[in-house]
């Protein structure tokens, strides 16, 4: 059973645009929200993070959009740039981290 | 430099054969993770370990096994009962499993393919 959905499965953005990725979630119970970063052949890493407590969270150009109501979260990439491309996984965790589809992100020079 | 190493980098398995992946971590973390990463499936548990000689199945557990006899070594056996082992494998660790805010670190991968 997937828990978290994660769209669109691929992204391609000119540079200097905005990217954002989206995330739907179902349970509840879930308490925190990170974002993990994986370039081509290496594993993630960890990007930024949101408790659901907040709306809203801003790491330079990365903001984490949160809509508690709606159970959806979304990650924006302000003045996406070509080292920005890479696959982003949203995930989620109780004590249990699951992960979403992940989205391929490719930005244009 | 702390950090988590996996080798080998690349893998080929025959049919019917065993393979172990290595995974090695300097952090002094108590929690090591395996995940299968398959292109539009994300990241999904096999198995995870909480504390040497103790580990627990995750969500795609069949035709896997692990061994946790050491707290820095987590190895990952793949059966000849995984019928579709081609996947990115990845290592992680976390200074502790339960909490909500457990930050992993994972290793470079490993991408097994079968010959």
């Known amino acids: 059973q997937q828990q978290v959905k994660q769209s669109p499965q691929s992204l391609i953005v000119q540079k200097g645009g905005i990217s954002i990725i989206n995330c739907a979630y179902e349970?509840?119970?879930?308490?925190?929200f990170p974002w993990y970063q994986q370039f081509p052949g290496k594993g993630p890493a960890l990007l930024i993070a949101?408790?659901?407590?907040?709306s809203e969270k801003k790491e330079g150009r990365f903001t984490i959009s949160f809509n508690k109501s709606a159970k959806q979260f979304s990650l924006h990439i302000m003045d996406s740039q070509p080292g920005d491309s890479a696959t982003y996984f949203c995930?989620?965790?109780?004590?249990?981290?699951?992960f979403g589809q992940g989205t391929i992100l490719t930005v244009h020079p | 430099d702390g950090g988590i190493t996996q080798s080998p980098k690349y893998l080929f398995r025959k049919e019917g054969q065993n393979v172990t992946l290595s995974c090695e971590q300097n952090?002094?973390?108590?929690?090591m993770y395996w995940y299968r990463q398959d292109p539009g499936q994300g990241l999904r548990l096999i198995y995870y370990?909480?504390?040497?000689?103790?580990?627990q199945k995750g969500d795609i557990a069949e035709g896997y096994s692990v061994s946790r006899e050491k707290k820095e070594s987590f190895p990952l056996t793949v059966t000849s009962a995984q019928k579709n082992p081609t996947a990115f494998y990845l290592c992680?660790?976390?200074?502790?499993?339960?909490?909500?805010?457990?930050?992993?670190?994972f290793g470079s991968g490993t991408q097994l393919s079968v010959l």
């Open positions: 992680a660790s976390s200074l502790r499993r339960g909490a909500s805010n457990e930050k992993l670190f």
């Open positions: 349970n509840t119970a879930f308490d925190y």
């Open positions: 949101i408790r659901p407590d907040v």
């Open positions: 995930a989620a965790s109780y004590g249990k981290l699951t």
């Open positions: 952090l002094n973390h108590d929690a």
């Open positions: 370990s909480q504390i040497v000689n103790d580990f």
